[in-house]
């Protein structure tokens, strides 16, 4: 089966050699030339662990190919996978410009029969005015088919994700167009993946209520931690316990400074303003998007509990992207703490293993300095801040940490220390939630 797969970010990329892996014929189709560059020399232009092996490895082997011609890709495809970004728009609504050109696109290079599958998380109705947009470019007489396939990969686990899905969504207009995806799909069928195959709009809402759903529970066991902060009760032990209840289940109740990241804000954003436009109020995920606008504050709020007023204090900062093994910044809860800390006139010492152009782009301020590990950025520090969880900062020796400080505020903004064995070195440590 040849696939041509349009947009080449997370989603597109993993997608891509995720089904050359699954031994199709891949054609990666990107208008950036320089990122369409780097991936013919096998280079991923971001972190995600083991992309680039992949990647290096079907390129070599000609099952993955990138180009910035679309319609060379789609006149040689059977299927077309639309995996481009829809970004928010200042009114929360996502931007759809990305989707409607490649739509153009495909239906001036239309020869013969063509599945155009949505991967894009986009609102309810786009797929089907994606298939109105290029029917009434071709005549109504268009060879296509729309489906929507959401992807649920997560950054950092996200070739995993692909490989063993909880679930494929597949929504459809017809019998047709779910016989090739289940075709395509067919070696994740053999592994017994749960399939749910529906309509298009059902398709659509799916991703966006899951999304959303998460991030509910977040801003909800975060709202508990913060209770839990005032009532000195162990947010990880009532975690613990919901967790135990199978309807609830025990994922994604790890309290922190908020979510950030490329979908959760966004799609919870885009789902407030798909209820305004059927005129239906969808209070909890408005209050949870409003709950994690203000939960990175228990940072600052910490930070003046060990060290008085921050103006002129030195903060260092663990972590920089949304969470560990991504170099996204996108929404990340690290750089609005640093965006925060910076306005109340501190000095910040940051670091991150993996991001750091990107960072110094936005935390564009004298008051700034980036530096090359975790000891050094902690030199001379009134106060260290854990912002992003990486492995790197859970194992480190905390006592040289201590000692390279001018203070002794330990601020574990991800619940990842032992309290007693930090408490042990002289530090005066501040979680989320915990006693
Ligand atoms: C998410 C969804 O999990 C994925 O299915 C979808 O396709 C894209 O959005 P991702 O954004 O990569 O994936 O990261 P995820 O691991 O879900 O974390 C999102 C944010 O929530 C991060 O900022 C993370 O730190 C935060 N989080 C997650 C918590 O604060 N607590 C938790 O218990 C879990």
Known sequence: ?????????????????????????VTCVDIDEGRVRQLQSGQVPFFEPGLQDLVKRYVARGRLRFTRDLGSAVRNAQVVFITVGTPSLPDGNPDLS????????????????????????APVGTARRLGALIRSQRGPAADIEVAVNPEFLREGSALEDFM?????????????????LKEIYRPLYLIETPFVFTTLETAELIKYAANSFLAVKISYINEIANLCDALNIDVHIVAKALGMDRRIGPKFLHPGPGFGGSCF???CRALVQMGR????????????????????????????????????????????????NTNDIRESTAIVICQALLKEGCRLRAY??????????????????????????????????????????????????KRAMRGDVLVDSRNVY???MVKS???????????
Not at 107 to 117: G, P, R, W
Not at 355 to 375: D, I, K, M, T, W
Not at 426 to 435: A, I, K, L, P, Q
């Open 352 to 401: 991150d293993p993996e991001v750091c152009a990107e960072a110094q782009a936005v935390l564009n301020s004298e008051r700034v300095c980036f530096c090359r590990g975790p000891l050094e950025t902690a030199e001379a520090a009134d106060a260290v801040v854990l912002a992003t969880e990486w492995n790197e900062f859970r194992n480190l020796d905390l006592a040289e940490v």
């Open 277 to 324: 436009q059927a005129n239906v109020e969808l209070s909890l995920v408005d209050t949870a998007l409003r709950v994690n606008a203000r939960q990175h504050q228990v940072v600052l709020y910490k930070l003046r509990q060990g060290l008085g007023a921050l103006e002129g204090k030195t903060i260092a900062v663990w972590g920089l992207s949304f969470k560990p």
């Open 418 to 420: 032992d309290i007693e």
């Open 265 to 267: 804000p966004k799609d």
């Open 425 to 435: 070195l002289g530090f005066r440590y501040f979680g989320v939630g915990r006693r």
């Open 98 to 121: 990305q989707i409607e050109s490649v739509g153009k696109e495909i239906a001036e290079n239309l020869d013969s029969f063509k599945l155009i599958v949505m991967k894009s998380t």
């Open 1 to 25: 089966m040849k696939l041509a797969i349009v947009g080449t970010g997370y989603v597109g990329l993993v997608t891509g050699s995720g089904f050359a892996d699954l031994g199709m014929e």
């Open 164 to 180: 063993r899905p909880n679930r494929v969504i597949i929504g459809t207009e017809t019998e047709r167009g779910a016989r090739i």
